[in-house]
């Protein structure tokens, strides 16, 4: 029933910036955490940042001090502004939303991708 739409992403020099958003199909609620993973080809999916119910941030150390993460809740969206991007940085980024009441569920955007080349 939770749809998740990723957009955003693109191509962009070593250097540059970008900003992801992540759009839900219903409501969601300001006591769900929701987070950013990226993925490459033979490799998997990990975190990137996440943005807990409680409003605080938690990033991967690649990423700290050069990515924000942030959500609308009344919009229900979530973004990831992306800075100072680099090649490793190139990969597909999906949006996450983790349910967790009697059990942990998670459900995952389409993913959008993301490159960093000159």
């Known amino acids: 029933q939770v749809h998740l739409v990723e957009s955003g992403g693109g191509l962009v020099q070593p250097g540059g910036s970008l900003r992801l958003s992540c759009i839900a199909s219903g409501r969601i609620l300001s006591v769900y955490d929701m987070g950013w993973y990226r993925q490459t080809p033979g490799k998997q999916r990990e975190l990137v940042a996440v943005v807990t119910g409680g409003g605080s941030t938690n990033y991967a150390d690649p990423v700290k001090g050069r990515f924000i993460i942030s959500r609308d809740n009344a919009q229900n969206m979530v973004y990831l502004q992306m800075s100072n991007l680099i090649p490793e940085d190139t990969a597909i980024y999906y949006c996450?939303?983790?349910?967790?009441?009697?059990?942990?569920?998670?459900?995952w955007g389409q993913g959008t991708q993301v490159t960093v080349s000159s």
């Open positions: 996450n939303l983790r349910v967790k009441i009697v059990r942990q569920v998670d459900y």
